[in-house]
């Protein structure tokens, strides 16, 4: 009952966001903008090497440096990254919020090709 009741809650929250982030993107300066696309995307960067933690590669006795070089280059890794990113990137696509200089960092998040 209570995993249920946390879904809902998430999804009401997720719902508001969609429904507020346009407002917000039409409201915003273009300085604005431009700042907070830079700021999402260098985030969605960050947020991408973070998802394995180089303990992982350690317990199971492999470089870390090695290993996690090993998988940033794995094609499959990367679709895996773009997969579970589709809706976000959909939704901030949609509203604009991809674009510009911070395409960079999310071609080399890996959520955008």
């Not at 470089?63 to 998988?71: F, L, N």
Request: net charge positive; hydrophobic share 50%.
């Amino acid at each position: 009952m209570i995993s249920r009741i946390h879904i809902l809650e998430e999804a009401r929250h997720i719902s508001f966001a969609r429904a507020e982030l346009p407002r917000s993107v039409a409201a915003a300066s273009r300085a604005g903008l431009t700042y907070h696309r830079l700021l999402i995307a260098r985030f969605a960067f960050i947020m991408s090497r973070c998802l394995v933690s180089p303990l992982v590669y350690r317990s199971v006795g492999l470089d870390p440096r090695v290993a996690h070089a090993a998988a940033l280059a794995n094609p499959h890794h990367q679709q895996a990254i773009r997969f579970s990113g589709e809706k976000l990137v959909a939704c901030l696509t949609d509203n604009g919020l991809i674009a510009g200089p911070g395409r960079a960092w999310w071609r080399r998040s890996f959520l955008t090709s």
